[in-house]
């Protein structure tokens, strides 16, 4: 299989909780956020805020719950919450070359490993001043680690996420488009970027 593993949003760090919750996080609070964090409006930049704050106000579907976390101590009470244990692991993918380019990879002999329960919480990077993720639990998920050896010789410990129940998605959904099928038909597996987060129980 052709795949290109990338890293979607810029490596900005989590600021302090106590930090990042004396800042405005709200698409109405725009222009006091990019008062607060100088970014000039109408820039690249401000819409990339904009954008995100957009997203992250987006209602849930069915079944599902979200959040946005804007330091690393409300993405671990988000997803301890979500989980219903401390006992988690946490799951990111790793590619032991710096850039490399979309290649051909076959399934390595050590193959895919299949983590424990039917819930995870998937944590993606959004463009922002500081580190934001857009952070979001389902029930009907199965969670994976695949093994890959690309054509260059590139080794990559995939996380991969299927989505078993999909009847409450959005029907123009980018997977639909992809895979040719309709909401709730077949699940939907996607690999990670490198800079997301995938958290499940440990057992």
């Given amino acids: 299989m052709n795949l290109h593993f990338t890293r979607t949003a810029s490596n900005s760090a989590f600021l302090p909780r106590s930090v990042a919750d004396s800042i405005p996080f709200s698409s109405a609070k725009m222009s006091d956020i990019l008062s607060l964090l100088s970014v000039e409006p109408h820039s690249e930049k401000a819409a990339a805020i904009e954008k995100t704050l957009h997203r992250c106000e987006e209602p849930a579907v069915a079944g599902e719950t979200r959040f946005c976390a804007t330091s690393l101590e409300s993405m671990v009470d988000f997803t301890t919450a979500s989980l219903g244990s401390r006992d988690l692991v946490a799951l990111s993918t790793e590619v032991s070359k ?44 199965k969670s994976y680690v695949v093994s890959l050896v690309g054509k260059d010789g590139t080794q990559v410990e995939a996380a991969v996420v299927c989505h078993t129940d999909t009847s409450s998605w959005n029907p123009k959904h980018i997977a639909f488009q992809l895979l040719k099928v309709s909401p709730g038909t077949a699940p939907v597996c996607h690999f990670l970027p490198q800079d997301h987060v995938v958290w499940t129980r440990r057992t």
Avoid at 99 to 127: E, F, M, N, R
């Fill in 98 to 141: 710096a850039d490399s380019p979309k290649q051909t990879y076959v399934i390595a002999p050590s193959g895919v490993q299949k983590l424990a329960g039917g819930k995870a919480v998937a944590c993606h990077a959004q463009s922002y001043a500081y580190a934001v993720f857009y952070c979001h639990a389902t029930r009907a998920t």
